[in-house]
């Protein structure tokens, strides 16, 4: 397991974007699925959208569907988060994680399961409110 470095939070207004970064120093990331989760105060950390190793499976939580794109650039050794329409129930620490994949897809059982990873940064806070 890889331990990953958010960036990119910070406060916006109801209806407004930002785009959260994850990397990570001393390994390729080509070889992990990666999941972004998030988690408000007082409130277990749920998924919200998961890569394949290339980028070609993708995989959402229906409450960020439409408003949110997950996508990488392996050259950069980067995957990102791009939300847009944010919601006050957006609110929360939003944490990146990768699990080595041996296959190019998005396996959803695993993806969207906490206890998949077991190494988790620091995230980074992303608050919506106006």
């Known amino acids: 397991q890889v331990q990953l470095v958010e960036s990119g939070g910070g406060l916006v207004q109801p209806g407004g974007s930002l785009n959260l970064s994850c990397g990570a120093s001393?390994?390729?990331?080509?070889?992990?699925?990666v999941a972004w989760f998030r988690q408000a105060p007082g409130k277990e950390r749920q998924f919200v959208a998961a890569?394949?190793?290339?980028?070609?499976?993708?995989y959402y939580a229906d409450s960020v569907k439409g408003r949110f794109t997950i996508y990488r650039e392996n050259a950069k050794n980067l995957v990102y988060l791009q939300m847009n329409s944010l919601k006050p129930e957006d609110t929360g620490i939003f944490y990146c994680?990768?699990?080595?994949?041996?296959?190019?897809?998005?396996?959803?059982?695993?993806?969207?399961?906490?206890?998949?990873?077991?190494?988790w940064g620091q995230g980074t806070q992303v608050t919506v409110s106006s």
């Open positions: 001393g390994v390729t990331m080509d070889r992990y699925m």
């Open positions: 890569i394949s190793r290339s980028g070609g499976s993708t």
């Open positions: 994680v990768g699990q080595i994949s041996f296959r190019d897809y998005v396996d959803p059982r695993s993806a969207v399961n906490p206890k998949s990873f077991r190494s």
